[in-house]
C-alpha cells in the first residue's frame, strides 16, 4: 500500500471543513473554501494523470479494518468509471464555492461547511469498495444537502428540504435492508469485489434488484419517484442545485453500475426491458414537463429528468456503445446542466426573477453572458461539436440495437429537448429587451467567468476530442460487460 | 450457608454495597447540609457511583452466582450496570442548576436517585423471579417520589399518582404471572424453571404465567399496549427525572426481558410472535403519534416509545446477536437521549422552558455550537450515519436478517423513516426560523461536561463501533 491518495482526496475537505470552524469572517471562509477545493481538484487532476487506463483492476487501493466482528473495512479503490466521477465532483467543488461567492450572504461560513462536507462525502461514495462505508457516505450526505436547502434555499424551502430528506431516505433504508441481506448471501463480507463474485439464486437477485430500484430510481430520479427534485432544485441556492444536478443525480445511476449490474447480473438482465421501457417514459415525460415550465430553475430541473432517462437507458442497452454512452452522458449531464444551474443563479443574483417571461433581449445587454448560456444550450440539445452529441449518439445507438421502442422514445425526447431549450433561450436571450432586464442586468464579472471558463472547456473538449475520457472509462466499461453477459445468461 | 458462601456473596454484590451504604450515609449527612452547600451532594453522589463502578470492574473477571443462585455477577450484569452508571452520572450533571432553577434543595433527590441505581443493578444481576422483584419494586418507588418531586406542580403530583396507579397495577399482574410459576413448576428461579419444562410441549398455564410476567415488564420499558403512562409521567415529571427514567430504567426493564427471554423456557415456545407483534405495533404508535406533538417532552416521549420498539426488533430476533444488538442500542440510545435532553434541560432558565418546540425557533443564530450539538443527537436519533444511532439500527437490523426476518426489518426502517421527519422537524425549528426571543441556556461547567460526554459517544460510536460492538457481544455470553 503506497501513498494512500483517495484518503487524501476525501478528508481534504474535511480538513478545510475543520479549519474554517476556527475562521471568523465571510472573506476568510470564501477564499479558504476556494483554496481547499482547488487543492483538493489538484489533487485529483494529480489521480487522473497516475490513473493506468490499461486495465479494469482498482486502483489507489486501501484496506484497514473498522469494524471486524462484522468484517467491515474502510476500503477505497477506483477504477474507470469512479475515476471520472471523482474528477467530475471536485471539479464541480470549486465551482460551487465561486457560485456561492456573493450568492450567499449570511451564514458564509457554515455554508462553506456543508458544502466542503458535502464534497467529502461523495467523493466517498465513488471511492468506497466497502458497502458499509459506502452506505454511510451515502446516507451522510442527506445532513448537509438538508441544510443548504432547507438554510439557505428559497421561499418554500422548508418543505422541500423536508421532502428531499424523507424520499431519498425512504429509497435508502431499503437499500440498506438489501445490503444486509447481499452480506448474509454473499458470504458474510460487505466487500464489494468480492460480493461481485458470487452467483445469488435469481429469486434473491430479483429481491434485492427491486430493493435497489427504489434506492436509485429516487436518486436518479426515474418517473414516477422524481417529485422531490423539481422542488428541490427550485428552492435550492445555485450551489446546491449544481450538487443536486452535477453529482448527486449521478449516485443512482453509478449504484446501477456499481452494484445492480455485476452483483445482480442475472435480473439485470432480465429486468433490462422493464428498465428502457421506465427510461424511455422518463425522458419523454420530462421533455414535455420541460416544455410546460415558464420558471427557468424548473425548466432546467425537468430536462434533468429527461436527460437522466438516456443515462439510464444507455446503461440498460447492457451493450458497450449503450453504456459508454451511458457513462459519458452522465459526466455532460454534469458539466452542462451544472452549467446552466450556474447561469440561471447568475441572472436570478441581478433580477431576482427566474420568469422567462420577464426576461427578453438579453443579448444586448450582457453579451458574454449570452454567448456562453448558447454555448451550453446547444450542449444540451446534443449538438454535433458538443459533448452531449457523442454520449447522445452512443446512448441512441445503443438504445436502438437493445430496443427499438425505446430508442424511438429517445428520438422524441431529443426533439423535445431542441424545442424547450431553442424557446428558452429565445425567450431569453433574443427579442426586445425587457424594461427590467435593460436597467439592472450586468454582464459576467472576472469571478463568474473563472467559474463558467472549465465548464465551457468540458463542453467543447469531449465534443470535438472524446478519446481521452473515453479511454478513461473503457476497460471498466469492458470488464462490467463481459461479466453481466457472461453471468447474467445463466437462465 | 457458610461463612466463605457468605462472603462470596457479598462479594458478587459489592457494587450494590456500596451503592446502598452510599446512599444511606448520604441520607444522613443530607440532613446536615446546609443551603447553599448542595455541591456537596452531587460530588458525594457522583463518588459513590464511582467506587461502584471501580468494583464492577474489578469483579468483572469471572462469573460469580451468589445468594443460592438468586443473583449473578456476570459479564451480562456488568455491560448494564455501566449503563446505569452512565445514566445515573450524567443526570447528576445535568440536575445541580436544574434543581436549583427549579427549587428542588432537598438531599433526598440525589439519595432516591442511588437508590434507584441500586434497584436497576439488582435487576440486571438477578436470576430469580424474586430478586428480579425485589430489584424492579426498588427502582420503580424511587422513580415513583422523584416524578412528583415538583411538589408546587399539578403537573407532576398529577404525573406521580398516575405513574403509582398504573405501576402498581403492573406489579400486580408480573407477581400474579410468579405465582403461577412457582405454582406449575415449584420454583421461581430461571435456570429452575428451564429444567422443569424441558422435554414436554409446553403446558398452557406456564405460556399464560410467560404472558403476565412479559406485560408486566413491558409496562416498565413503555412498550404497547402499556404504554398509556408514559407520555404523561415524561411529561409531568422534572426533565431531569425524564431523562434519568428514560435511559436508565428502562435499560434495566431489558436486561430482565433480555435475562427472561435468554431462558430457554421461552425460547422453545412460540413467544417470539407476541413480541415481534409488540414491536412493530410499538414502533408505529410511538412514530406516528410523535408526529403531531408540540411539547418537546411529549415528543421525546413518544420517540422514547419507538425506539423501545426498535430494541424490542432486536429481542424478536433472538440469538446471541439479537441479545448484542438490544444491548449496544440502549448503551447508544443512553448517550444520545441523554444529550438531547440535556439539551432541553439547559434551556430551562428563568421563565423559559424550553418544552415547547416553537420555544427553539432560531436556537441556531444565537447558539451555533449547542445547536450542532442538538443536530448531532437529533439525526443520531434519527438514525443516519456517521452517527452512533445509525450503528445502533444497523446492528439490530443485522440480527434480524441474520434470523431470517427481512420483513420485519423492512417495516423498521420503514417506520424509521417515518419518526425520522419529527427528528428533522426539530432541526428545522432551530435552523431555519427566524429567532422569537433571546436565549440565556443555564450553562454550567457540570451541563457542559454533560454534553461534552454524551456527544463524544454518540459520534465516537458512530465512527469506531467496533470495540463496542465487541464488548457487547462478549458481554452475551458472559454467564
Given at each position: 500500500m503506497g501513498f494512500p491518495l483517495l484518503s487524501f482526496i476525501i478528508f481534504t475537505p474535511v480538513a478545510g471543513a475543520a479549519v474554517l470552524m476556527f475562521l471568523r469572517g465571510d472573506d476568510a471562509a470564501r477564499w479558504t473554501a476556494l483554496s481547499?477545493?482547488?487543492?483538493?481538484?489538484?489533487?485529483?487532476?494529480?489521480?487522473?494523470?497516475?490513473?493506468?487506463?490499461?486495465?479494469?483492476?482498482m486502483q489507489f487501493t486501501e484496506t484497514r479494518p473498522w469494524v471486524p466482528a462484522l468484517g467491515i473495512n474502510y476500503a477505497l479503490g477506483i477504477d474507470g468509471i469512479s475515476a471520472l466521477f471523482v474528477f467530475l465532483t471536485a471539479l464541480l467543488g470549486s465551482i460551487c464555492v465561486l457560485a456561492s461567492w456573493v450568492a450567499i450572504d449570511r451564514k458564509v461560513k457554515e455554508f462553506m461547511i456543508c458544502l466542503l462536507s458535502m464534497q467529502a462525502l461523495m467523493l466517498g461514495v465513488f471511492c468506497a469498495l466497502d458497502l458499509f462505508l459506502f452506505y454511510v457516505f451515502w446516507e451522510a450526505m442527506l445532513i448537509p444537502m438538508y441544510l443548504i436547502i432547507g438554510v439557505w434555499g428559497g421561499e418554500g424551502r422548508v418543505y422541500a428540504a423536508i421532502k428531499f430528506f424523507l424520499y431519498t431516505l425512504a429509497g435508502s433504508l431499503l437499500f440498506l435492508i438489501g445490503v444486509i441481506v447481499l452480506y448474509f448471501y454473499g458470504g458474510r463480507t460487505f466487500d464489494i469485489l468480492a460480493l461481485t463474485e458470487q452467483d445469488l439464486p435469481f429469486r434473491i437477485q430479483s429481491w434485492l434488484f427491486f430493493a435497489f430500484l427504489i434506492a436509485f430510481a429516487v436518486k436518479v430520479p426515474m418517473v414516477p419517484v422524481h417529485t422531490w427534485l423539481p422542488d428541490a432544485h427550485v428552492q435550492a441556492p445555485t450551489a446546491g442545485s449544481i450538487i443536486l444536478a452535477g453529482v448527486l443525480l449521478k449516485m443512482g445511476a453509478y449504484g446501477f453500475l456499481r452494484f445492480s449490474l455485476?452483483?445482480?447480473?442475472?435480473?439485470?438482465?432480465?429486468?433490462?426491458?422493464?428498465?428502457?421501457?421506465?427510461?424511455?417514459?422518463?425522458?419523454?415525460?420530462g421533455g414535455l414537463l420541460a416544455l410546460a415550465q415558464d420558471d427557468l430553475k424548473k425548466l432546467v430541473a425537468y430536462s434533468s429528468i429527461s436527460h437522466m432517462g438516456f443515462v439510464t437507458l444507455g446503461i440498460f442497452a447492457l451493450n458497450l456503445r449503450g453504456l459508454e454512452g451511458g457513462i459519458l452522458q452522465m459526466f455532460n449531464h454534469g458539466v452542462t446542466t451544472g452549467a446552466l444551474f450556474l447561469f440561471v443563479g447568475l441572472i436570478y443574483e441581478r433580477t431576482h426573477t427566474r420568469s422567462i417571461a420577464d426576461y427578453g433581449g438579453l443579448m444586448k445587454v450582457a453579451p458574454v453572458y449570452t454567448t456562453f448560456l448558447a454555448l451550453f444550450t446547444l450542449s444540451s440539445m446534443a449538438l454535433p461539436g458538443t459533448n452531449s452529441f457523442v454520449g447522445e449518439l452512443l446512448v441512441l445507438s445503443g438504445g436502438f440495437a437493445a430496443n427499438l421502442v425505446a430508442g424511438s422514445a429517445a428520438v422524441l425526447g431529443a426533439l423535445l429537448g431542441a424545442a424547450y431549450l431553442l424557446g428558452m433561450y429565445g425567450k431569453v436571450a433574443l427579442g426586445p429587451a425587457s424594461v427590467g432586464a435593460r436597467l439592472t442586468i450586468r454582464d459576467v464579472n472576472a469571478r463568474e467567468m473563472a467559474a463558467i471558463l472549465p465548464l465551457a472547456v468540458f463542453v467543447l473538449w469531449v465534443g470535438l476530442y472524446p478519446k481521452p475520457f473515453l479511454n478513461i472509462i473503457d476497460a471498466s466499461v469492458k470488464h462490467l460487460l463481459t461479466h453481466v453477459h457472461s453471468r447474467g445468461s445463466g437462465q | 450457608m457458610t461463612a466463605t458462601t457468605l462472603f462470596q456473596s457479598a462479594l458478587a454484590s459489592l457494587p450494590e454495597i456500596v451503592v446502598i451504604t452510599g446512599a444511606c450515609i448520604l441520607l444522613i449527612l443530607g440532613q446536615f447540609v446546609r443551603k447553599g452547600q448542595e455541591h456537596f451532594l452531587v460530588w458525594a453522589s457522583v463518588a459513590i457511583v464511582l467506587i461502584a463502578a471501580l468494583a464492577t470492574l474489578m469483579l468483572a473477571s469471572e462469573v460469580r452466582p451468589a445468594y443460592a443462585g438468586m443473583f449473578i455477577a456476570d459479564r451480562f450484569a456488568v455491560f448494564f450496570k455501566f449503563v446505569f452508571y452512565l445514566a445515573t452520572l450524567l443526570t447528576f450533571l445535568l440536575s445541580r442548576k436544574y434543581a436549583d432553577i427549579e427549587g428542588i434543595g432537598s438531599s433526598e433527590y440525589y439519595v432516591l436517585l442511588l437508590f434507584a441505581l441500586s434497584g436497576m443493578m439488582i435487576m440486571a444481576s438477578a436470576t430469580d423471579l424474586l430478586s428480579i422483584y425485589v430489584g424492579l419494586e426498588l427502582m420503580v418507588i424511587c422513580t415513583y417520589v422523584l416524578t412528583g418531586f415538583l411538589r408546587r406542580e399539578r403537573r407532576s403530583n398529577e404525573a406521580a399518582l398516575k405513574y403509582v396507579i398504573l405501576g402498581a397495577v403492573?406489579?400486580?399482574?408480573?407477581?400474579?404471572?410468579?405465582?403461577?410459576?412457582?405454582?406449575?413448576?415449584?420454583?421461581?428461579?430461571?435456570?429452575?424453571?428451564?429444567?422443569?419444562?424441558?422435554?414436554?410441549?409446553?403446558?398452557?398455564?406456564?405460556?399464560?404465567?410467560?404472558?403476565?410476567?412479559?406485560?408486566g415488564l413491558v409496562f416498565k420499558v413503555g412498550a404497547v399496549p402499556f404504554h398509556m403512562w408514559l407520555p404523561d409521567v415524561y411529561e409531568g415529571a422534572p426533565t431531569t427525572i425524564t431523562a434519568f427514567m428514560s435511559t436508565g430504567p428502562k435499560a434495566a426493564g431489558f436486561a430482565v426481558i433480555l435475562r427472561v427471554f435468554l431462558n430457554p423456557l421461552v425460547a422453545a415456545s412460540n413467544v417470539w410472535i407476541i413480541v415481534a407483534v409488540i414491536a412493530v405495533v410499538t414502533m408505529a404508535l410511538g412514530s406516528f403519534v410523535a408526529l403531531v406533538q408540540d411539547n418537546f417532552k411529549r415528543l421525546l416521549a413518544y420517540s422514547s416509545i419507538a425506539h423501545a420498539g426498535f430494541a424490542i426488533f432486536g429481542v424478536a430476533a433472538?440469538?446471541?446477536?439479537?441479545?448484542?444488538?438490544?444491548?449496544?442500542?440502549?448503551?447508544?440510545?443512553?448517550?444520545?437521549?441523554?444529550?438531547?435532553?440535556?439539551?432541553?434541560?439547559?434551556?430551562?432558565?428563568?421563565?423559559f422552558s424550553g418544552e415547547v418546540i416553537e420555544d427553539y425557533a432560531g436556537f441556531a443564530k444565537s447558539h451555533p455550537g449547542l445547536a450542532l450539538l442538538m443536530l448531532l443527537y437529533l439525526f443520531s436519533l434519527a438514525g443516519i450515519p456517521p452517527t452512533a444511532g445509525f450503528f445502533a439500527k444497523f446492528y439490530v437490523l443485522v440480527a434480524l436478517v441474520e434470523h431470517g426476518f427481512v420483513m420485519l426489518a423492512v417495516i423498521a426502517v420503514l417506520l424509521s423513516a417515518v419518526a425520522a421527519y419529527f427528528y428533522i422537524r426539530i432541526v428545522m425549528v432551530i435552523y431555519m426560523r427566524e429567532p422569537k426571543r433571546a436565549f440565556a441556556p443555564a450553562l454550567t461547567p457540570l451541563v457542559r461536561a454533560a454534553l461534552a460526554v454524551t456527544a463524544a459517544g454518540t459520534i465516537g460510536i458512530g465512527l469506531f463501533p467496533s470495540w463496542f460492538l465487541k464488548l457487547a457481544q462478549d458481554s452475551v455470553f458472559g454467564g
Amino acid at each position: 500500500m503506497g501513498f494512500p491518495l483517495l484518503s487524501f482526496i476525501i478528508f481534504t475537505p474535511v480538513a478545510g471543513a475543520a479549519v474554517l470552524m476556527f475562521l471568523r469572517g465571510d472573506d476568510a471562509a470564501r477564499w479558504t473554501a476556494l483554496s481547499f477545493t482547488v487543492l483538493d481538484l489538484a489533487l485529483c487532476i494529480a489521480m487522473l494523470v497516475g490513473f493506468d487506463t490499461t486495465t479494469h483492476a482498482m486502483q489507489f487501493t486501501e484496506t484497514r479494518p473498522w469494524v471486524p466482528a462484522l468484517g467491515i473495512n474502510y476500503a477505497l479503490g477506483i477504477d474507470g468509471i469512479s475515476a471520472l466521477f471523482v474528477f467530475l465532483t471536485a471539479l464541480l467543488g470549486s465551482i460551487c464555492v465561486l457560485a456561492s461567492w456573493v450568492a450567499i450572504d449570511r451564514k458564509v461560513k457554515e455554508f462553506m461547511i456543508c458544502l466542503l462536507s458535502m464534497q467529502a462525502l461523495m467523493l466517498g461514495v465513488f471511492c468506497a469498495l466497502d458497502l458499509f462505508l459506502f452506505y454511510v457516505f451515502w446516507e451522510a450526505m442527506l445532513i448537509p444537502m438538508y441544510l443548504i436547502i432547507g438554510v439557505w434555499g428559497g421561499e418554500g424551502r422548508v418543505y422541500a428540504a423536508i421532502k428531499f430528506f424523507l424520499y431519498t431516505l425512504a429509497g435508502s433504508l431499503l437499500f440498506l435492508i438489501g445490503v444486509i441481506v447481499l452480506y448474509f448471501y454473499g458470504g458474510r463480507t460487505f466487500d464489494i469485489l468480492a460480493l461481485t463474485e458470487q452467483d445469488l439464486p435469481f429469486r434473491i437477485q430479483s429481491w434485492l434488484f427491486f430493493a435497489f430500484l427504489i434506492a436509485f430510481a429516487v436518486k436518479v430520479p426515474m418517473v414516477p419517484v422524481h417529485t422531490w427534485l423539481p422542488d428541490a432544485h427550485v428552492q435550492a441556492p445555485t450551489a446546491g442545485s449544481i450538487i443536486l444536478a452535477g453529482v448527486l443525480l449521478k449516485m443512482g445511476a453509478y449504484g446501477f453500475l456499481r452494484f445492480s449490474l455485476p452483483m445482480l447480473p442475472e435480473a439485470s438482465m432480465y429486468y433490462s426491458t422493464l428498465m428502457l421501457a421506465l427510461s424511455g417514459l422518463a425522458i419523454v415525460y420530462g421533455g414535455l414537463l420541460a416544455l410546460a415550465q415558464d420558471d427557468l430553475k424548473k425548466l432546467v430541473a425537468y430536462s434533468s429528468i429527461s436527460h437522466m432517462g438516456f443515462v439510464t437507458l444507455g446503461i440498460f442497452a447492457l451493450n458497450l456503445r449503450g453504456l459508454e454512452g451511458g457513462i459519458l452522458q452522465m459526466f455532460n449531464h454534469g458539466v452542462t446542466t451544472g452549467a446552466l444551474f450556474l447561469f440561471v443563479g447568475l441572472i436570478y443574483e441581478r433580477t431576482h426573477t427566474r420568469s422567462i417571461a420577464d426576461y427578453g433581449g438579453l443579448m444586448k445587454v450582457a453579451p458574454v453572458y449570452t454567448t456562453f448560456l448558447a454555448l451550453f444550450t446547444l450542449s444540451s440539445m446534443a449538438l454535433p461539436g458538443t459533448n452531449s452529441f457523442v454520449g447522445e449518439l452512443l446512448v441512441l445507438s445503443g438504445g436502438f440495437a437493445a430496443n427499438l421502442v425505446a430508442g424511438s422514445a429517445a428520438v422524441l425526447g431529443a426533439l423535445l429537448g431542441a424545442a424547450y431549450l431553442l424557446g428558452m433561450y429565445g425567450k431569453v436571450a433574443l427579442g426586445p429587451a425587457s424594461v427590467g432586464a435593460r436597467l439592472t442586468i450586468r454582464d459576467v464579472n472576472a469571478r463568474e467567468m473563472a467559474a463558467i471558463l472549465p465548464l465551457a472547456v468540458f463542453v467543447l473538449w469531449v465534443g470535438l476530442y472524446p478519446k481521452p475520457f473515453l479511454n478513461i472509462i473503457d476497460a471498466s466499461v469492458k470488464h462490467l460487460l463481459t461479466h453481466v453477459h457472461s453471468r447474467g445468461s445463466g437462465q | 450457608m457458610t461463612a466463605t458462601t457468605l462472603f462470596q456473596s457479598a462479594l458478587a454484590s459489592l457494587p450494590e454495597i456500596v451503592v446502598i451504604t452510599g446512599a444511606c450515609i448520604l441520607l444522613i449527612l443530607g440532613q446536615f447540609v446546609r443551603k447553599g452547600q448542595e455541591h456537596f451532594l452531587v460530588w458525594a453522589s457522583v463518588a459513590i457511583v464511582l467506587i461502584a463502578a471501580l468494583a464492577t470492574l474489578m469483579l468483572a473477571s469471572e462469573v460469580r452466582p451468589a445468594y443460592a443462585g438468586m443473583f449473578i455477577a456476570d459479564r451480562f450484569a456488568v455491560f448494564f450496570k455501566f449503563v446505569f452508571y452512565l445514566a445515573t452520572l450524567l443526570t447528576f450533571l445535568l440536575s445541580r442548576k436544574y434543581a436549583d432553577i427549579e427549587g428542588i434543595g432537598s438531599s433526598e433527590y440525589y439519595v432516591l436517585l442511588l437508590f434507584a441505581l441500586s434497584g436497576m443493578m439488582i435487576m440486571a444481576s438477578a436470576t430469580d423471579l424474586l430478586s428480579i422483584y425485589v430489584g424492579l419494586e426498588l427502582m420503580v418507588i424511587c422513580t415513583y417520589v422523584l416524578t412528583g418531586f415538583l411538589r408546587r406542580e399539578r403537573r407532576s403530583n398529577e404525573a406521580a399518582l398516575k405513574y403509582v396507579i398504573l405501576g402498581a397495577v403492573s406489579t400486580g399482574i408480573f407477581l400474579y404471572g410468579v405465582s403461577l410459576v412457582y405454582g406449575l413448576t415449584g420454583t421461581t428461579q430461571l435456570d429452575g424453571m428451564a429444567a422443569a419444562v424441558t422435554g414436554d410441549p409446553l403446558d398452557p398455564g406456564l405460556l399464560l404465567a410467560v404472558v403476565f410476567i412479559v406485560a408486566g415488564l413491558v409496562f416498565k420499558v413503555g412498550a404497547v399496549p402499556f404504554h398509556m403512562w408514559l407520555p404523561d409521567v415524561y411529561e409531568g415529571a422534572p426533565t431531569t427525572i425524564t431523562a434519568f427514567m428514560s435511559t436508565g430504567p428502562k435499560a434495566a426493564g431489558f436486561a430482565v426481558i433480555l435475562r427472561v427471554f435468554l431462558n430457554p423456557l421461552v425460547a422453545a415456545s412460540n413467544v417470539w410472535i407476541i413480541v415481534a407483534v409488540i414491536a412493530v405495533v410499538t414502533m408505529a404508535l410511538g412514530s406516528f403519534v410523535a408526529l403531531v406533538q408540540d411539547n418537546f417532552k411529549r415528543l421525546l416521549a413518544y420517540s422514547s416509545i419507538a425506539h423501545a420498539g426498535f430494541a424490542i426488533f432486536g429481542v424478536a430476533a433472538g440469538g446471541a446477536d439479537g441479545v448484542a444488538s438490544v444491548m449496544l442500542y440502549l448503551l447508544i440510545y443512553a448517550f444520545m437521549n441523554l444529550g438531547i435532553f440535556g439539551a432541553v434541560i439547559m434551556m430551562r432558565n428563568g421563565d423559559f422552558s424550553g418544552e415547547v418546540i416553537e420555544d427553539y425557533a432560531g436556537f441556531a443564530k444565537s447558539h451555533p455550537g449547542l445547536a450542532l450539538l442538538m443536530l448531532l443527537y437529533l439525526f443520531s436519533l434519527a438514525g443516519i450515519p456517521p452517527t452512533a444511532g445509525f450503528f445502533a439500527k444497523f446492528y439490530v437490523l443485522v440480527a434480524l436478517v441474520e434470523h431470517g426476518f427481512v420483513m420485519l426489518a423492512v417495516i423498521a426502517v420503514l417506520l424509521s423513516a417515518v419518526a425520522a421527519y419529527f427528528y428533522i422537524r426539530i432541526v428545522m425549528v432551530i435552523y431555519m426560523r427566524e429567532p422569537k426571543r433571546a436565549f440565556a441556556p443555564a450553562l454550567t461547567p457540570l451541563v457542559r461536561a454533560a454534553l461534552a460526554v454524551t456527544a463524544a459517544g454518540t459520534i465516537g460510536i458512530g465512527l469506531f463501533p467496533s470495540w463496542f460492538l465487541k464488548l457487547a457481544q462478549d458481554s452475551v455470553f458472559g454467564g
